[in-house]
């Protein structure tokens, strides 16, 4: 969990607003050479969602919940899933997202 936030905290930069508007998925207006990269981000419009502790606490992984509240019934086996896979998915997502970065700033020099 910590670990994606990180992550992302490197590649969208900004306040929370600015976060969710990054992650913000519509497939008819993302550019066919972010498609891959928008998709895998898009599960962070829940993950990222704001949770105070007044209200109900949502089912969908939340990091705010983990962090701030480490309520124990919101740590299910399938947030758990959820968290691994959303870590790797990200990972390599924006690993592959440097490498083709990499590639075309080599192929301009």
């Keep these: 969990m910590l670990v994606t936030d990180a992550a992302l905290q490197g590649w969208i930069t900004g306040n929370y607003e600015a ?6 998925f519509d497939p008819k207006e993302v550019p066919f050479t972010l498609l891959r990269l928008q998709a895998a981000v898009a599960p962070l419009d829940s993950f990222k969602k704001r949770y105070f502790g007044e209200e109900s606490l949502p089912e969908p992984l939340s990091r705010n919940v983990v962090v701030h509240y480490a309520d124990a019934a919101h740590f299910t086996r399938a947030n758990a899933l959820i968290a691994l896979l959303l870590m790797a998915s990200i990972l390599r997502t924006l690993q592959d997202f440097e490498e083709r970065a990499d590639q075309r700033r080599g192929s301009a020099a």
């Design 19 to 24: 976060v969710a508007e990054a992650v913000r």
